[in-house]
Every structure is written in C-alpha cells, then in structure tokens.
C-alpha cells in the first residue's frame, strides 16, 4: 500500500489551531468510502493512541481528551480526512497519523504538533 500524506502539523502555543489534513489518494475510492477513518496520536514516551474516528456518512466519535475542542471530517471525493484542533494545550504535543479505526491501512509520517505553553 502506498503510504499516506499527513500534513498541517506546526509548533503553535496553548489555546492555539491547527488543521491537520490525512490524503489516501492511492486508496480506490469505494475502498476508501468503506473504511471507519480515524485520527491517531503518538507522543514521546507513549503508545499510539485513538483521537478520533468517523464513518462514512458521518457520524464521529471522539477521545474523552479532546472532546468539544477537536472536530473530524472527511471528504469522500477527495479521500481524505481532516481534524480541526481548538484550544491546543501542551499535552496534545505528538505526531498524528491518520488510518482506519481497524489500522489495517498503511502508516506514513504522521505530522508533527507542538503546542507551548
């Protein structure tokens, strides 16, 4: 599988935005429209972790730690995946990563985030 292009990341201060956007443009389109797709986060130190998922018609599901301050979409044209960051605090400092909730697709390079305090 061709590896994804995550992008958006940047070293931004507490109660900042960024907007991170995930490209699976190898993925056929209907596969793509099947998968649950998800925003995944791994700090220093830390295991890889869930932040957010959404279907394909929707419906999201988010982190208890980031809930009301991140929002995920999709685009399904475009295969790809967005997630909207609010009000950043220090302990969102990690590289994202995007991937379906089963992490069946392949990984890329994540986007590095660095929020100050």
């Known amino acids: 599988q061709v590896q994804p292009v995550e992008s958006g990341g940047g070293l931004v201060q507490a109660g900042g935005s960024l907007r991170l956007s995930c490209t699976r443009s190898?993925?056929?389109?209907?596969?793509?429209?099947?998968?649950?797709m998800g925003w995944y986060r791994q700090a220093p130190g830390k295991q890889r972790e869930l932040v957010a998922t959404?279907?394909?018609?929707?419906?999201?599901n988010y982190a208890d730690s980031v809930k009301g301050r991140f929002t995920i979409s999709r685009d399904n044209a475009k295969k790809k995946i967005y997630l909207q960051m609010n009000s950043l605090k220090p302990e969102d400092t990690a590289v994202y990563y995007c991937?379906?909730?089963?992490?069946?697709?392949?990984w890329g390079q994540g986007t590095q985030v660095t929020v100050s305090s």
């Open positions: 991937n379906s909730d089963t992490q069946e697709l392949s």
């Open positions: 190898r993925l056929i389109t209907s596969t793509f429209n099947s998968k649950i």
């Open positions: 959404i279907t394909r018609l929707g419906t999201t």
